[in-house]
């Protein structure tokens, strides 16, 4: 069972020309309003790639917080443990331009009140703990030390990354995801090489797999005893807003049914890869089917 601890926001899409710089506005045609959040989103991503999943997180009590969480429920993801709150439901607000590059700003709303002690009647050493960033730091901490405690299985997507406190904890958890940004990012915390492979290679220790998603150029992986570099398909790029969370949920699914390590990470590719050619970001996770045959 793979329990998601993570942000569950409706999100708002709009298609431009190109993206925004600094102070400039520009005009879109219209938008469309998808369920999102990187907890949700992976959490969708999971169960479509196979996997029986429980959400763990939080919504407000507005008119948003309905849509957000329909497309988890539609595709049989777990909701009982998901929170109702006196807040507002989390919002993302979009940009995705022709080439398929977008730009995100998030308002937390009650992501930012979700509780790590929420997870306590959830976890054993058969479960598989999967997290992402947008909660409160501290609570991912204490998601870490709980989900260790319990024995379950630990798989971090530190995105965004945290402060220096929270992201020290990156080499505590079973599986490390990180972009090529966000390894940079974190490699300047945890005083490492900022290029991908020599992070990779730095950061794997005590059997801890690391992963760098690098887009079009696929993904160098290591577990500190091999190492994976796997190449992404060509496809027609039309919206790259869901791929990072679909590879999340696919590698998770994946490592929670006890597939090699090869085989999961090949799978995590083709579900990020599929992703991609759908607006979205859960509208845009593939089926369990569709994975396997790209990933062969």
């Known amino acids: 069972m793979i ?3 993570g942000s569950i926001n409706l999100d708002l899409v709009v298609a431009v020309r190109k993206l925004p710089g600094p102070g400039e506005t520009v005009i879109g045609r219209d938008h469309q309003a998808f369920a999102g959040g990187k907890g949700a989103n992976q959490a969708l991503a999971a169960r479509r790639a196979g996997a029986p999943v429980r959400m763990i997180g939080a919504v407000g009590s507005d008119p948003f917080a309905a849509p957000a969480l329909a497309g988890l429920q ?4 777990e909701l ?3 929170r109702s709150l006196e807040s507002s439901t989390g919002l993302a607000f979009i940009g995705v331009e022709a080439s398929g590059e977008n730009q995100i700003i998030v308002a937390s709303g009650a992501n930012a009140q979700v509780d790590a002690d929420w997870l306590k009647p959830f ?15 501290e609570e991912l901490i ?26 020290r904890r990156a080499t505590d958890v079973d599986v490390l995801v990180v972009n090529e ?10 005083d490492l090489p900022t290029d991908p492979k020599e992070f990779v290679d730095a950061c794997c220790r005590n059997g801890l797999l690391v992963v760098v ?19 992404a398909p060509v496809i027609d790029v039309r919206d790259t807003t869901g791929a990072g969370d679909a590879f999340c949920g696919a590698l998770a699914a994946a490592i929670d049914r006890g597939e090699e390590t ?10 990020g890869s599929l992703a991609c050619t759908a607006t979205g970001a859960q509208s845009s996770a593939p089926d369990a089917a569709d994975i396997q045959r790209l990933a062969l």
Not at 123 to 137: I, K, R
Not at 213 to 231: E, H, I
Not at 262 to 271: G, H, I, N, W, Y
């Open 123 to 137: 976890l054993s050493a058969h479960d598989t703990l999967l997290m992402q960033g947008e909660v409160p730091e």
């Open 74 to 77: 539609d595709a049989g993801v």
């Open 142 to 167: 204490e998601a870490i030390r709980l989900g260790r405690q319990a024995g379950a299985k630990l798989i971090w997507n530190p995105a965004p990354i945290p402060g220096a406190q929270c992201a």
């Open 181 to 190: 940004g966000e390894a940079a990012e974190l490699a300047v915390i945890l």
């Open 80 to 82: 009982g443990a998901v």
């Open 3 to 5: 329990t998601v601890f």
């Open 213 to 231: 998603t690098m887009g079009g150029n696929g993904v160098y992986a290591s577990n500190g005893q091999q190492q994976f570099r796997l190449k």
């Open 262 to 271: 090869e085989t999961a990470l090949k799978q995590a590719v083709a579900a």
